[in-house]
């Protein structure tokens, strides 16, 4: 068995494992969000050879989805590190999508300074035209399902940031997203070059 096939298997487990989880803790909203964790990773691998994957960027995608269902663990509302745990789901979630693109789209380019140019700027805007689609969708679930946990939801998983006259939780938070979506995308892409430039003179 070829090694990015256990590598899958391994992702699908994990997120079986936390779908279960979630039907023992009660926190069904999860349910969801695993189980469309686990059709984008069974998408990406069905289209592993086509999207120019490799391990190294087929885990990133995982650990971007898995880490944001690991607020099941309440991590969203108690982060456990220093800072809110929000900002790392979208930091690591711009950081793999970034490679993931500019990984794809380097075959279309030549390796010249200027192509990489166009290269960096279309996988960048696209990383960040992603992470709008995806607050669109979260805004869309707060509108037909409320406040509560998960990705459809708003509220109760760290969303709220500020909560004064000046400044509004859902906006405030939007805006953290979109940030974090856009530092993760920079240092991805720069990551990325900095890999391929090392292998050259290994």
Known sequence: MKKENIIFIFFILVFVFIIFYSIYSKIFEYILDSSVSMFLITILFILYRKLDLNKVIFSLIFLALFFHDLGI????????????????????????ISVLLVNYLKKYFSNKKINNIFLIIIAFLATLGIGSIIEIIEYAGYLVFGEGQGFLYFGGTGDIVFNSDKFTGAWINSSLDM??????????????????????FL
Do not use: A, C, E, M
């Not at 663990?73 to 790392?88: A, I, R, V, W």
């Open 73 to 96: 663990f309440g991590f969203y509302n108690n982060s456990p590190f220093t800072f809110q745990y929000d900002h790392l789901t979208h930091f690591v979630g711009g950081f793999s």
């Open 179 to 200: 940030i974090f979506n856009l530092i993760g995308s920079i240092l991805g892409i720069i990551i990325y070059f900095i890999v391929k430039k090392l292998k050259q």
